[in-house]
């Protein structure tokens, strides 16, 4: 039932945004004298429509917003003796319509932020979870647990105050941070000033400082056959206790299993309903196939020893010194064996030509690097994050002697293509059907889908398609079963863990939060815009209405406080884009009346006809790339 509450919630925002939108083009056309044929409220065939006047009024059933019909909003095909025609108008009379939905984007805004503290509403905690080794801000001291308090000077309410000052600022930048750290023993806690300065490797979306948020113990999401598939855990698991022990967050959880070999009992509420669940850790299995993801180069630092020798983000590492297909390990200890100045061969797979899928061919790259100590540090180093080359194509890295995956007579360097997994299990007490056809082969698209069809097939055989330098094998793998001593909550995400802020009574009060608010992330939405530019954010990072929706259900059951306060951004970011002087968006139209008024006379059809189009086609493309990309992302979570 909350979640259809939840979606009639995204529903009435979704059309609350965009109406309100069209409502400002609606009585700014009306002030300035425009003939307004037609205002409607949803989309789709009339419900129900009636005419006062000149304008024909309607309520229509899908209730995502409305539009309004301008005579003379395109002068090409329409209305071209109307003298109450949009076209027909003084500039800054066009330019005031054309605003007009902006502005009351804006206005919302306002609004929105206004009557979000007063309902109560919640944000990401201040208090940081992880600080990974190596980053800026483990190099400037800050340690888990530590609470943000301010920032430059300015109060920290929420980690994203953090996360989104950081984000769109420069690489480079320095920032004045003020942390509140615990003590022992009943202690009064610390305040703490420190310095950090922001860094953008290649392959990061924003510049970081290296902080994570906290998290709480709620499953966000699990990977098929994982240990937490295995133990009857499910995504929405509020994970109470383990054992006798309390749990606030996701790190008191692990650090608590990690203490706690053998059955465990977690405490965990379901559906509103609180149970006990039992684990034995005996009964659970990793079915190990033996392989490893080859070793790709994430990032690479600026100025570094990396960047010097040709290195590149997303290179896969085939050989160090000669070793082929080392482990992460294996290529820490070579880089840190080496001495400050001596060479190290490395030796990278590296796409050219394009994506392998649209013609790309992979080439081996011979380089050599000299690692040096680096800031802060005594060990040599390259200034490279690794990671595991988890995306297409499907490559095997190191692979164990002695496993099922040398067994099957997989090598490194193979490339699996396709993969036909076994038969299903028959039901209890019922013999396999001899007629049954066997599975189809599934391309491997990526590591992720390759390791669930493994993962599924337990220690039953899995058929391989292998592509060996110019040959094609097939290759059966049969995992093995390794039981566990303990539970762990590797292949399993939580959620941020979230706050409550003081509410405020005082309307005044309020107004005066919300002010400031908007202007914040009207300031947050142009300089993300002004990085996307600059080529700071990449891609990867926008987001459209796939991932407004997905986020708004998940903000729902914060409260409607924070859901109001989520589409007070979304209604500021929805004013900046429509402003951008781009066709279709009206910042498009105003600009369009600009020229004519520098210029001293309309643009012509034929250069409006074409400007428009090609901006439209634009515009479409992003539109399927980001959608494509939002859903991607809900496919990789799921």
């Known amino acids: 039932m909350s979640d259809v509450l939840y979606v009639l919630e995204i529903v009435v925002a979704f059309g609350l945004v965009i109406f309100i939108h069209e409502l400002g083009h609606f009585l700014a056309a009306k002030w300035c004298g425009v003939h307004v044929r037609k205002f409607a409220i949803g989309f789709g065939p009339p419900l129900l429509k009636w005419q006062p006047g000149e304008t024909e009024y309607s309520l229509?059933?899908?209730?995502?917003?409305?539009?309004?019909?301008?005579?003379?909003?395109?002068?090409?095909?329409?209305?071209?003796?109307?003298?109450?025609?949009?076209?027909?108008?003084?500039?800054?009379?066009?330019?005031?319509?054309?605003?007009?939905?902006?502005?009351m984007n804006a206005v919302l805004a306002l609004l929105l932020f206004?009557?979000?503290?007063?309902?109560?509403?919640?944000?990401?905690?201040?208090?940081?979870?992880?600080?990974?080794?190596?980053?800026?801000?483990?190099?400037?001291?800050?340690?888990?647990?530590d609470r943000l308090v301010r920032i430059n000077g300015e109060p920290v309410q929420s980690f994203n105050d953090v996360q989104f000052e950081v984000a769109l600022g420069d690489p480079g930048t320095a920032y004045s941070l003020v942390v509140e750290r615990p003590a022992e023993g009943g202690a009064a806690a610390r305040r703490i000033p420190v310095t950090v300065t922001s860094?953008?490797?290649?392959?990061?979306?924003?510049?970081?400082?290296?902080?994570?948020?906290?998290?709480?113990?709620?499953?966000?999401?699990?990977?098929?056959?994982?240990?937490v598939d295995q133990a009857g855990l499910q995504g929405g698991d509020h994970i109470l206790a383990v054992g006798n022990s309390p749990?606030?967050?996701?790190?008191?959880?692990?650090?608590?299993?990690?203490?706690?070999?053998?059955?465990?009992?977690?405490?965990?509420?379901?559906d509103g309903q609180t149970q006990n669940l039992r684990v034995d850790p005996s009964d659970l299995h990793v079915y190990e196939h033996g392989m490893d993801l080859p070793v790709l180069i994430r990032a690479v630092d600026e100025e570094s020893p990396a960047e010097e020798a040709g290195i590149r983000a997303d290179d896969r590492v085939v050989a160090v010194d000669g070793q082929r297909w080392p482990t992460s390990q294996a290529l820490?200890?070579?880089?840190?064996s080496t001495?400050?100045?001596?060479?190290?061969?490395?030796?990278?797979?590296?796409?050219?030509?394009?994506?392998?899928?649209?013609?790309?061919?992979?080439?081996?790259?011979?380089?050599?690097?000299?690692?040096?100590?680096?800031?802060?540090?005594?060990?040599p180093m390259l200034g490279i994050r690794l990671g595991l080359a988890a995306d297409a194509p499907v490559q095997v890295g190191h692979v164990d002697p002695d496993s099922p995956a040398a067994s099957a007579g997989l090598r490194?360097?193979?490339?699996?293509?396709?993969?036909?997994?076994?038969?299903?299990?028959?039901?209890?007490?019922?013999?396999?059907?001899?007629?049954?056809?066997?599975?189809?082969?599934?391309?491997?698209?990526?590591?992720?889908?390759?390791?669930?069809?493994?993962?599924?097939?337990?220690?039953?055989?899995?058929?391989?398609?292998?592509?060996?330098?110019?040959?094609?094998?097939?290759?059966?793998?049969?995992?093995?079963?390794?039981?566990?001593?303990?539970?762990?909550?590797?292949?399993?995400?939580f959620r941020p863990r979230y706050v409550p802020l003081p509410r405020i009574a005082n309307p005044l009060t309020a107004a005066k939060r919300s002010i400031r608010q908007t202007r914040v992330w009207f300031k947050r939405a142009y300089g993300n815009l002004a990085q996307i530019l600059l080529g700071n954010i990449g891609p990867k990072a926008l987001g459209g209405p796939v991932a407004i929706v997905h986020i708004s259900h998940s903000l729902a059951s914060r409260g409607v406080g924070t859901f109001i306060h989520f589409w007070g951004m979304i209604s500021v970011f929805l004013a900046v884009v429509n402003f951008l002087p781009v066709p279709p968006f009206d910042g498009g139209h105003v600009l369009f009346v600009l020229i004519e008024k520098i210029k001293g006379g309309p643009v012509s059809m034929k250069v409006r006809g074409a400007v428009w189009g090609a901006s439209w086609i634009a515009v479409l493309t992003l539109f399927v790339f980001i959608t494509w990309q939002d859903i991607s992302r809900l496919i990789e979570a799921w």
């Open 60 to 103: 229509r059933p899908i209730p995502l917003g409305g539009f309004v019909d301008l005579a003379g909003e395109h002068p090409d095909v329409d209305e071209e003796d109307n003298p109450r025609a949009l076209w027909r108008r003084p500039a800054w009379q066009r330019a005031t319509v054309f605003s007009a939905g902006v502005v």
């Open 339 to 379: 001495e400050a100045g001596q060479p190290i061969r490395l030796t990278l797979w590296r796409e050219t030509g394009g994506f392998l899928w649209w013609g790309g061919t992979p080439t081996e790259v011979e380089v050599t690097a000299r690692p040096r100590i680096m800031k802060d540090k005594d060990r």
């Open 412 to 493: 490194p360097g193979d490339v699996i293509l396709a993969l036909r997994p076994p038969p299903p299990p028959p039901e209890k007490d019922e013999a396999p059907a001899e007629t049954a056809e066997p599975p189809r082969w599934r391309d491997a698209e990526d590591w992720q889908t390759a390791l669930a069809v493994i993962q599924q097939a337990e220690d039953r055989p899995v058929h391989l398609r292998v592509k060996r330098g110019e040959k094609t094998l097939t290759a059966i793998l049969t995992p093995k079963a390794v039981p566990q001593d303990r539970l762990t909550f590797d292949g399993a995400g």
């Open 114 to 145: 206004t009557v979000a503290p007063m309902v109560g509403m919640q944000v990401p905690s201040p208090v940081i979870g992880k600080v990974p080794e190596g980053t800026p801000a483990a190099e400037a001291g800050i340690q888990p647990g």
């Open 332 to 336: 820490i200890d070579a880089i840190e």
């Open 247 to 270: 749990v606030e967050t996701g790190g008191e959880l692990r650090d608590a299993l990690e203490t706690t070999p053998g059955p465990v009992t977690l405490k965990i509420e379901r």
């Open 199 to 227: 860094r953008k490797r290649e392959g990061d979306i924003v510049p970081l400082i290296g902080i994570q948020a906290q998290e709480e113990p709620v499953i966000a999401g699990i990977m098929p056959r994982s240990l």
